[in-house]
């Protein structure tokens, strides 16, 4: 966000169990509740007050869990690329939106991986998102972009 880099003072934050930040312990969850408290740690640690919080994808859930959370911290909220619920009608609405690549290669294995029990280990979730991953592009293709993800 170069543009934005110009004129403000950006945190990028990656989340827990992602990048360089540390996994949760055995047996504890991530949650998009647990995701707001360790922002709202990770706020406080710094001293804080209010804040722009702006979210992509995943972190737009995030963010608003933390706005939810904490209307005080947020001064504003920027989502982009990010849905605003998560409930049984969205994921219904996204099964039907991903049938637009049912003539794809991958989509038999992608979507059979999504509609999959939960895994159980990191190794298991770790294989169920990389054949999931294609149902979460508008215009994914293995061949061209597997080097790039």
Request: proline share 5%; aromatic share 10%.
């Amino acid at each position: 966000m170069p543009e934005l880099e110009k004129r403000l003072t950006l945190v990028y934050l990656e989340p827990i169990g992602s990048g360089a930040s540390s996994r949760l312990p055995s047996g504890e969850y991530y949650t998009m509740q647990r995701y707001s408290d360790e922002l709202e740690r990770f706020v406080a640690a710094l001293g804080l007050g209010r804040l722009c919080v702006i979210g992509h994808s995943h972190g737009g859930l995030v963010a608003q869990r933390f706005a939810i959370d904490h209307p005080d911290r947020v001064s504003a909220l920027v989502l982009y690329g990010a849905s605003s619920r998560g409930d049984q009608e969205f994921f219904a609405a996204f099964l039907k939106s991903i049938e637009r690549s049912a003539a794809k290669p991958w989509f038999a294995e992608a979507s059979a991986a999504l509609l999959k029990d939960d895994p159980k280990t990191d190794a298991e979730t770790t294989a169920s998102w990389m054949h999931q991953l294609p149902l979460y592009f508008d215009d994914y293709d293995r061949e061209a972009r597997a080097p790039a993800v």
